[in-house]
């Protein structure tokens, strides 16, 4: 197969990264920016020596693959058109600002036999990749992702901005139905809710504790797993896996003692793991590693927490 031509649609604050690591694939060839200024497109085109638009649908016909980097409002309306003009979308989370409109764009992906993949960038911190070799079936997850303010997230709540990351990943690895939903949150800094916390109970008996929070003072993600015979944690930011497992001896009588080990893992680059990924799916026909069903999932989860926190107010 010959190079899959590929675009960005919006290069803004984290388009540009995207259109960088395109340009850097040898399976790849970036061949255009588009972006609704027309001044950041130039820019963006001119240091990678590609074209620059201002509507996308001027790239039909032009491109195999883009990445869709836009306001969330938007995400629905432009992935659909690429999607419907034959071409593979990697899509920016959340998904679509409505379940309904994801529904939608999985089944024109699927219909048209396209690679449609959610741009839910914690599932290649390395770190998490690494919790196959350890993770058998947790019982008990708690985590926390707390962020300092950031108004390039505020055009929705913490919830769909910070929360969607842990929702999805734990969805993945607990791979049971949710029959249970609690939640509380408030709005501290915007109009929107900034702090959450969420308990999710699914089907197999496991129980998910989640908090978000945009108003900290620092930055910290972290998650604990918890499964009968050991307690896993992950530090998502120090890139840290932490496996504590019982052993063969005994720390006090009938309490067996706990065999600890941590892995650091090198920084990497996860939105180049994840474009890479990306593009390899295309090329050899298989499923994206988050999938547009994957990130449909993730949103009916995030939807309801936001449901029953709008009860609150």
Known sequence: MSKIR???VGVGYLGKF??????SLTDAELVAVCDASADTASEIA??????????????????????????????????KQFLENGIHVLLE??????????????KIATDNKLVFQIGHLERFNPAILALDEVMATPLFIESQRIAPFNPRGADVSVI???MIHDIDIILDLVNSPVKNIQAKGVAVLSKDIDIA?????????????????????KSERKMRLFQHDAYISVDFGNKKLGVHKKGDGEMFPGVAEIDSH????????????EIESFIMAIKNGTNPVVSGEAGKRALETAMEITRLLSLQS
């Open 6 to 8: 590929t675009a960005v």
């Open 18 to 23: 995207h259109a960088d690591k395109y340009a």
């Open 46 to 79: 001119t240091k990678l020596g590609v074209e620059a638009f201002t509507d996308h649908s001027q790239l039909f016909g032009k491109v195999d693959a883009v990445s869709i980097v836009v306001p969330t409002q938007l995400h629905y309306e432009v992935a």
């Open 93 to 106: 989370k959340p998904i679509t600002a409505t379940v309904e409109q994801a529904e939608e764009l999985v």
């Open 160 to 162: 769909l901005d910070l």
């Open 197 to 217: 916390n969420a308990r999710l109970e699914f089907e197999n008996g496991c129980v998910a504790n989640v908090t978000a929070s945009r108003a900290g003072m």
């Open 262 to 273: 941590e892995q650091v893992f090198d920084a990497g680059d996860a939105l180049l793991s």
